[in-house]
């Protein structure tokens, strides 16, 4: 889970530069191309514009990018409101006395050295109730 919210910090901040870097070039890759289509070939060698479909490509990659930052956005937000979740169930979790799903360092615990402390946890809980139950002494009557 923190190493998703590290890579998720990772991802947020890399959509940011990719948007900063974009700018309003989306806008302008729009009105490039329409301004491109609208050309005769004559008007584009004079632009030293040779080839209309490359040029045209090369602006369209902006457009690409724009996209793969809106999906990666997009993508970004689902998974944090997946790790929010995650984390409103692990407290819950937490509030029903349970052993921590964490390590001392903060990482979550894997499966088995979850199993390991559940189990003693258990084991503890016993221990200390059967010792409850003899300090009381056998029932008088």
Not at 1 to 22: F, N
Not at 43 to 65: F, G, Q
Not at 111 to 138: I, K
Request: glycine share 4%.
């Amino acid at each position: 889970m923190y190493e998703q919210v590290e890579l998720l910090g990772l991802a947020q901040s890399e959509t940011q530069r990719a948007k900063a870097a974009l700018g309003n070039r989306p806008e302008q890759a729009n009105k490039m191309i329409n301004f491109l289509n609208h050309q005769t070939k004559e008007e584009l060698a004079a632009l030293h514009i040779m080839n209309r479909t490359e040029a045209i490509l090369a602006v369209k990659r902006v457009l690409t990018l724009r996209s793969f930052v809106q999906t990666l956005e997009a993508r970004c937000w689902e998974i944090q409101k997946d790790v929010d979740n995650f984390e409103l169930k692990l407290a819950a979790l937490q509030t029903k006395r349970l052993p921590s799903l964490l390590t001392g360092a903060g990482k979550l615990l894997t499966r088995d050295q979850y199993a390991t402390r559940l189990n003693n946890c258990v084991a503890n809980q016993l221990t200390a109730a059967s010792s409850s139950t003899s300090e009381a002494g056998p029932p008088s009557g």
